[in-house]
């Protein structure tokens, strides 16, 4: 089969982990199908820094498209900047990390290509010859086994399905190529970034959220001591979100972020569908809430059937003797 | 402003849908069909703009004539009328996306607002698509929409990844809806009995001449891998405990 193209993600210049993921959903499909795996990075000035981190994944080369156009993320530029990308080079596959960069443009390259995409999969197998896809519908609760008719494919990955590709390995070569921006009615504003010196939701190894059960924005104060002595990210429920208790995205689940940590502990979060969606794949769930009916416990691995507001503290207080010990 | 409202009906989210015993789709029988949440939140949005720069607000649904039921409802909420695209529920989103493209030329639609994802097959494409079939700038996952003066041009806010991104889009443009923008409101009694008068035209999807053949296929279902579930502690030290002797994690 032709060549595969990673589209890199970047927060102007900070290269995104998530992309690690998408390589290794590329190399499968290399593994089954056959072709190379390439990168292509888009930016101005910055984007280098990000072929070059991008060239030690394994790649075998990194494509660097550079410009003003690109010096803010926006879906119609770079929509229009990997349709022409894969024209000229002929790619038989794309690949993007199913974020909210890649849930943004992706469809729109779709739609420009007239191309068939698969969001958010899970795995790729071959059935004989047949390529078979497999991805959650219906907030997780189904996997679906999806065939592609076209070229190229398309495909967002769901981060948390794909072991990331080792990072600062043999550096691939950097080849520059031209590409062209129209940003056809579209221009970027501002940016209002959740500021926090935690580790971020999608990267953590460990996460402790809170619903509707924390009553409060200030009660978060007792989630962020608790995350605080785990090295946890923060997280949150919709009903937290909401209530403008925390911010958008902190919301975990079927339309959030989806998570998979090491350690997930669920905070006065009675577990909605929705919700589970977005962390059932977790290694080691936990959750404390006073209701023993809240379907969070069917997931648990451990539940604490308690007031948050007396068992948190004493949780607390016990991982600080811990670390004394 | 002329505003179109995509719309889809999608089993009640509420519900845990099940699998057909052969894996070859969802079951369907005894599941309420409701409105897909974020597709209310688009409706809503359309109709606090027409409230504000007066307009029409036209929903279109593309799907089984049963969908009939949750537009509807939409126009029980205040939308003016109704094109429902009679096809297969089997269309995907790239063909639902190029007759929507029709019917957005057909009515000479201003602006498109759909939710960003329909709850059932979870994709989050038609809105992206829909924009780059019709070449209109798109903003999607919004969580605020605010015209300019001149309403030529409309500043959204999106809901991404380490917080919100305020683009400018010049319309028309197709917007696509994230949870904050708004609180959808409930039909009101006198909307239900309103709505049962209003204009719901049902188009053939033969007559709109647009090539449907599948590209994305679903093949088949199967339920995700079960946790085991249900461990319960007595307190914190034992739940500490736990975790550091026996998962192991701290």
């Given at each position: 089969m032709a060549d595969i193209l990673v589209v890199v993600e970047h927060q102007?210049?900070?290269f995104k982990k998530n992309t690690l993921s998408v390589v290794s959903a590329a190399k499968v499909l290399a593994g089954l199908s056959g072709g190379e795996v390439d990168a292509l990075v888009l930016g101005d000035g910055v984007a280098a820094a990000v072929a070059d981190v991008a060239a030690g994944t394994g790649v075998r080369m990194v494509l660097l498209g550079e410009g003003a156009a690109f010096a803010k993320y926006l879906a119609v530029?770079?929509?229009g900047a990997v349709a022409q990308v894969v024209k000229a080079k002929g790619y038989g596959a794309v690949f993007a990390p199913a974020s909210t960069f890649g849930k943004d443009f992706m469809p729109r390259l779709s739609g420009l290509l007239d191309a068939p995409l698969a969001s958010d999969i899970v795995g790729l197998e071959k059935e004989g010859d047949a390529l078979r896809v497999k991805r959650p519908m219906y907030a997780g609760n189904a996997i679906g086994t999806?065939?592609?008719?076209g070229s190229p494919l398309l495909f967002t990955v769901r981060q948390t399905a794909f072991d990331p590709a080792t990072m600062g390995g043999a550096k691939a070569p950097v080849e520059k190529v031209a590409v062209t921006a129209e940003a056809g009615g579209t221009a970027f504003v501002s940016r209002q970034e959740t500021k926090s010196e935690r580790p971020e939701l999608t990267e953590a190894r460990a996460i402790v959220s809170a619903g509707r059960g924390i009553k409060a924005q200030e009660n978060f104060k007792l989630v962020e001591e608790l995350a605080d002595l785990l090295n946890a990210a923060i997280g949150a429920s919709r009903a937290a979100v909401d209530a403008g208790w925390a911010p958008n995205d902190w919301q975990v689940g079927q339309t959030g972020k989806i998570v998979a940590p090491e350690l997930y502990i669920a905070v006065g979060i009675s577990g909605a569908i929705q919700h589970l969606a977005g962390m059932k794949d977790s290694k080691v769930i936990v959750a404390i809430n006073k209701d023993e009916e809240a379907p969070i416990f069917q997931v648990a691995d451990y539940g604490l059937v308690a007031d948050l507001f007396k068992a948190v503290p004493e949780m607390i207080t016990e991982l600080k003797k811990l670390k004394s010990a | 402003m002329k505003i179109l409202v995509a719309i889809k009906p999608v089993p009640n989210?509420?519900?845990k849908v099940k699998i057909m015993g052969d894996g070859s789709g969802i079951v369907l029988e005894n599941i309420k069909m409701v409105v897909n949440p974020f597709c209310e939140i688009a409706i809503e949005e359309a109709l606090r703009i027409r409230e504000k720069?007066?307009?029409?607000?036209i929903i279109v649904t593309v799907g089984p004539k049963v969908s009939e039921q949750q537009v509807r409802t939409a126009l029980a909420m205040g939308a003016d009328r109704a094109v429902l695209v009679e096809a297969g529920a089997d269309l995907d989103s790239l063909a639902v996306a190029k007759v929507l493209a029709k019917v957005v030329a057909d009515e000479k639609a201003e602006l498109v607002l759909m939710g960003k994802q329909s709850v059932d097959d979870d994709n989050n494409q038609v809105g992206q698509i829909l924009a780059a079939v019709l070449g209109w700038p798109q903003a999607?996952?919004?969580?605020?929409?605010?015209?300019?003066?001149?309403?030529?041009?409309?500043n959204v806010t999106r809901e991404v990844d380490g917080g919100l991104e305020t683009i400018e889009v010049?319309?028309?443009a197709v917007v696509t809806v994230d949870l904050r923008l708004n609180e959808p409101r409930y039909a009101s009694l006198p909307g239900i009995m309103k709505a049962k008068k209003k204009e719901m035209k049902v188009v053939p999807l033969a007559s709109l001449g647009v090539d449907t053949t599948p590209k994305v296929k679903v093949l088949s279902y199967a339920p995700p891998k079960q946790r085991a579930g249900g461990g319960r502690v007595a307190d914190a030290a034992e739940l500490v405990s736990k975790l550091k002797n026996e998962a192991k994690v701290l």
């Open positions: 102007e210049g900070v530029t770079y929509a999806v065939e592609l008719v | 989210p509420d519900e720069l007066t307009g029409e607000v999607a996952f919004a969580s605020k929409v605010e015209f300019a003066a001149d309403n030529k041009k409309a010049g319309l028309p």
